[in-house]
């Protein structure tokens, strides 16, 4: 079984960045890949981008992201990182890291294994 644990978010300025942790720990030698996704109130939850932990290679959800976001990960592979940038009210969601043995399906929601708490972040 493998834990997430998050840190980070809080209530930041828009225009401003925070960066979110995502710390794994238990049986973690299979995990393929390390996603983050957000969700909104009322609003479906969606993917913001992911991490394949061999080779770190990332992808965003949202091209508009992929400029103002990066995801990166510890030279010990255990924890992941979801540096955000130049945030905007509309990021304002609660964050969730979710993690999954293999490297297919790391885009969806459904086929993630293990999920963290999920932090807020607000922007204002």
């Known amino acids: 079984h493998v834990q997430l644990v998050e840190s980070g978010g809080g209530s930041v300025q828009s225009g401003s960045g925070v960066t979110l942790s995502c710390r794994a720990s238990?049986?973690?030698?299979?995990?393929?890949?390390v996603s983050w996704f957000r969700k909104v109130p009322g609003e479906e939850r969606e993917g913001v981008g992911r991490?394949?932990?061999?080779?770190?290679?990332?992808?965003f959800t949202r091209l508009e992201d992929a400029g103002r976001f990066a995801i990166s990960q510890n030279s010990a592979k255990d924890t992941v990182y979801l540096r955000m940038t130049r945030l905007r009210p509309q990021d304002s969601a609660i964050y969730y890291c979710?993690?999954?043995?293999?490297?297919?399906?790391?885009?969806?929601?459904?086929?993630?294994?293990?999920w963290g708490q999920g932090t807020q972040v607000t922007v204002s």
């Open positions: 991490l394949y932990r061999n080779d770190g290679h990332t992808y």
């Open positions: 979710a993690a999954k043995n293999g490297e297919s399906g790391c885009d969806e929601a459904e086929r993630m294994s293990f």
């Open positions: 238990g049986d973690t030698r299979k995990l393929g890949c």
